[in-house]
């Protein structure tokens, strides 16, 4: 079975009561990684109706030299 040629990146996005959303510069190579820091996050005091998520996103570089 061949690899797939889009990877998946995981980023850590924070979302406020307004419907606000803020993306973290970090990324994440697993959603695994990304659901730890999570976590950790959690273990700190939020303001009331912030959420945090991980969110998949393709990685641009994935497929590099492949599109011709």
């Given amino acids: 079975m061949a690899a797939p040629s889009v990877a998946l990146v995981w980023y850590l996005v924070i979302a406020g009561p ?3 959303m803020v993306v ?3 990324t ?3 959603r695994e990684q990304c659901t ?3 976590t950790e996050y959690q273990k700190q005091p ?3 109706g912030w959420s945090v998520q991980c ?3 393709a990685s641009p570089f994935a497929d ?3 599109t011709e």
């Fill in 64 to 66: 590099e030299g492949e």
């Fill in 46 to 48: 939020t303001p009331a």
């Fill in 28 to 30: 994440f190579d697993t």
């Fill in 55 to 57: 969110v998949p996103s």
């Fill in 36 to 38: 730890s820091a999570v």
């Fill in 18 to 20: 307004q419907g606000g």
């Fill in 24 to 26: 973290l510069p970090s």
